[in-house]
Antibody, heavy 121, light 107 residues
Framework: EVQLVESGGGLVQPGGSLRLSCAAS????????MHWVRQAPGKGLVWVSR????????SYADSVKGRFTISRDNAKNTLYLQMNSLRAEDTAVYYC??????????????WGQGTLVTVSS | EIVLTQSPDFQSVTPKEKVTITCRAS??????LHWYQQKPDQSPKLLIK???QSISGVPSRFSGSGSGTDFTLTINSLEAEDAATYYC?????????FGQGTKLEIK
């Protein structure tokens, strides 16, 4: 069974940093592209970032470019999102999600339960 | 950035009714359009990939069509459990984007 379990969310002050983790199991993690998608309270889904299967290629939404860094450790089956210079508008549930095997693009077929990040003083 | 515009934003429907949700892309995305269902306090669930490809385990009353810029999600014979918000998503070009969502209420 595919499982994606996020952790690391919490309350942080504006300008602060947080690192999210996503532990993957039930599939060959190193074969899949992975994504982070966020959802502000009561709002819609917003794509944040994606990383290819070996970690050599990353992409970001303009709203987080230069502040967030996606990475992965295939030996640990774990996806990360380092978030720096956090703003109030970054407040959201952050979902770890599985993309396509071996190629960019494609549907997101599994989602974690999400971890809430709240940026507030 | 490719903008996805869904319509309607909200629809109140009765069980057994047929529902159609549309998603229009601001430029052609081929068939790189996917549909998700999100129920309250749950994570999204993939319903349809690549505009019309069915997903194992998803009821057959859900179907998708379209290509280029205009896409449709159809729910035949709506059931009470289909109350949810539905999103389209394009993976054709960066940044990947989602539609604003369509909330379905069951009367």
């Amino acid at each position: 069974e595919v499982q994606l379990v996020e952790s690391g969310g919490g309350l942080v002050q504006p300008g602060g940093s947080l690192r999210l983790s996503c532990a993957a199991s039930g599939f060959t993690f190193s074969s899949y592209w992975m994504h982070w998608v966020r959802q502000a309270p009561g709002k819609g889904l917003v794509w944040v970032s994606r990383i290819n299967s070996d970690g050599s290629s990353t992409s970001y939404a303009d709203s987080v470019k230069g502040r967030f860094t996606i990475s992965r450790d295939n030996a640990k089956n774990t996806l990360y999102l380092q978030m720096n210079s956090l703003r109030a508008e970054d407040t959201a549930v952050y979902y770890c999600a599985r993309g396509r095997v071996g190629a960019r693009g494609g549907a997101i077929d599994y989602w974690g339960q999400g971890t809430l990040v709240t940026v507030s003083s | 950035e490719i903008v996805l515009t869904q319509s309607p934003d909200f629809q109140s429907v009765t069980p057994k009714e047929k529902v159609t949700i549309t998603c229009r892309a601001s430029q052609s995305i081929g068939s790189s359009l996917h549909w998700y269902q999100q129920k309250p306090d749950q994570s999204p669930k993939l319903l349809i990939k690549y505009a019309s490809q069915s997903i194992s385990g998803v009821p057959s009353r859900f179907s998708g069509s379209g290509s280029g810029t205009d896409f449709t999600l159809t729910i035949n014979s709506l059931e009470a459990e289909d109350a949810a918000t539905y999103y389209c998503h394009q993976s054709s070009s960066l940044p990947e984007t989602f539609g604003q969502g369509t909330k379905l209420e069951i009367k």
